[in-house]
């Protein structure tokens, strides 16, 4: 497992440790505070923002724009849940087709439920898959991706449903952000139904350094924030940012910070340390996209996202030149930078 005690204080030295994790604690605080300002999607340039995004390689210029298929939503209340509702997307067609549809769960960032969001699920849902959300505040241990996968699922086998049918089970994927990227992971690893996902893409993944600061703190967070990407054995795409919440400046796993040092959500040596982790037989993928901080991910990262759940889940082979052969594009692609790539 990836996650490890990186330091275990004596009773001497506990004053010592509440200002770390302060310190670490009022840094990832700033940074969601930046991803909720950010991701707003209540304007139009937000609601429409593969019209202003800058894709530089023909495969991400072409899964960043939207795709041919009208898009509906369906909604189910869940009251008695944590997550409130599920929320699904889906090619308006289904309604009419004997085709089946692959599924993208999606795993929410903190603060960042799937109505926040709606704007990527309609995305993804525009290229031909059935988007899978729900309300859920507190993602990272995968219980709520879980329900969510076991409920669609349950649709397939409803006569009454829409979505009776109509869904592919063999080709599921599933993302997330921030908090949602421990959600992802968690979910496959993790969660008795993780072995139904085929692929998964973790943007901004919140390190394991920032995870030992935050499982410190009581109250609501309770804990939960490890995850382990040494146990994935399915084909992983792990993206991030190279601005100042999401890397930091510091090129290690400590919490020990210097004055003027910061520990990064999602900085460059986690994204190499889950990398090496990962088994070398399954497909790996990581990059970061220059330029670009820890609230920008969940939109600027959604071209490759598509490409790679439209390779993996639903067979596209021209998507799959974005990541792997002698000439995949994301490695020479100017967006993107320490990209590392393993196809076995």
């Not at 609601?47 to 960043?64: L, R, V």
């Not at 979910?187 to 600061?213: D, E, F, R």
């Not at 991030?240 to 004055?259: H, K, M, P, Q």
């Amino acid at each position: 497992m990836l996650w490890k005690n990186i330091w275990t204080p004596t009773c001497q030295q506990s004053k010592e440790k509440q200002k770390v994790v302060k310190k670490v604690i009022k840094w990832i605080l700033s940074g969601i505070a930046a991803l909720i300002g950010l991701v707003t999607i209540s304007n139009y340039k937000s609601a429409n923002y593969w019209k202003f995004a800058e894709p530089k390689g023909a495969i991400e210029t072409k899964y960043t724009a939207l795709g041919e298929h009208e898009v509906s939503l369906v909604e189910f209340e869940e009251s008695d849940t944590a997550w409130e509702k599920y929320e699904i997307w889906y090619p308006s067609d289904l309604e009419q087709s004997d085709s089946i549809y692959p599924v993208v769960v999606i795993a929410n960032g903190t603060g960042m439920k799937a109505s926040k969001l709606s704007v990527i699920y309609e995305h993804l849902a525009s290229w031909g898959f059935i988007v899978a959300g729900n309300e859920d505040e507190n993602s990272r241990t995968g219980a709520s991706s879980a329900a969510t996968l076991d409920f669609i699922l349950s649709l397939n086998d409803d006569p009454q449903s829409v979505f009776y049918g109509r869904i592919d089970t063999e080709n599921i994927g599933i993302t997330g952000h921030s908090q949602g990227g421990v959600g992802a992971i968690n979910a496959v690893t993790k969660q008795k139904n993780g072995n139904l996902y085929k692929a998964i893409c973790a943007q901004s993944t919140t390190s394991s350094a920032v995870a030992y600061a935050l499982n410190l703190l009581d109250g609501e967070l309770d804990g939960g924030w490890d995850c382990d990407p040494s146990s994935l054995s399915i084909p992983a795409f792990m993206v991030a940012g190279t601005g100042s919440f999401d890397a930091g400046n510091v090129e290690e796993n400590r919490l020990e910070l210097a004055e003027g040092e910061t520990q990064g959500i999602c900085p460059l040596w986690w994204l190499r340390e889950c990398f090496d982790a990962m088994p070398d037989t399954a497909p790996k993928v990581i990059g970061r996209l220059s330029g670009k901080d820890h609230g920008d991910i969940p939109l600027s990262a959604d071209g490759y996202m598509t490409a790679w759940f439209m390779y993996w889940l639903q067979g596209d082979a021209a998507s799959g030149k974005a990541f792997f052969g002698a000439d995949a594009e994301i490695s020479t692609n100017e967006n993107w930078q320490d990209v590392a790539i393993n196809s076995p």
